[in-house]
Nanobody, 114 residues
């Protein structure tokens, strides 16, 4: 089993920045993809960004150029730097790991509002 613990969510003004972090523990295995998904009320859960063990990244079109995903393989952590935040970024953000079993964090609320 894998446990994912998220931190860094909160309230931020439009145009501001926030950094999310996720620490993985347990039976992680060597080859894995870690990433972030989000779900706003009434919407489907969607991929925000993910990153492979080798550092290859993928981003949703809506966040390209604003968000940056990174990972520390030694610490089994993944982070999401979110810049130029917009109200439409408001959602619960979930950490995700695939090894290829799928694991989810508990979710952390990000609210972008004046």
């Amino acid at each position: 089993q894998v446990q994912l613990v998220e931190s860094g969510g909160g309230l931020v003004q439009p145009g501001g920045s926030l950094r999310l972090s996720c620490a993985a523990s347990g039976s992680i295995f060597s080859l894995n993809v870690m990433g972030w998904y989000r779900q706003a009320p009434g919407n489907q859960r969607e991929l925000v960004a993910d990153i492979t063990i080798g550092g290859s990244t993928k981003y949703a079109d809506s966040v390209k150029g604003r968000f940056t995903i990174s990972r520390d393989n030694g610490k089994n952590t993944v982070s999401l730097q979110m810049n130029s935040l917009k109200p439409e970024d408001t959602a619960v953000y979930y950490c995700n790991l695939r090894n290829p079993r799928v694991f989810w964090g508990q979710g952390t609320q990000v609210t972008v509002s004046s």
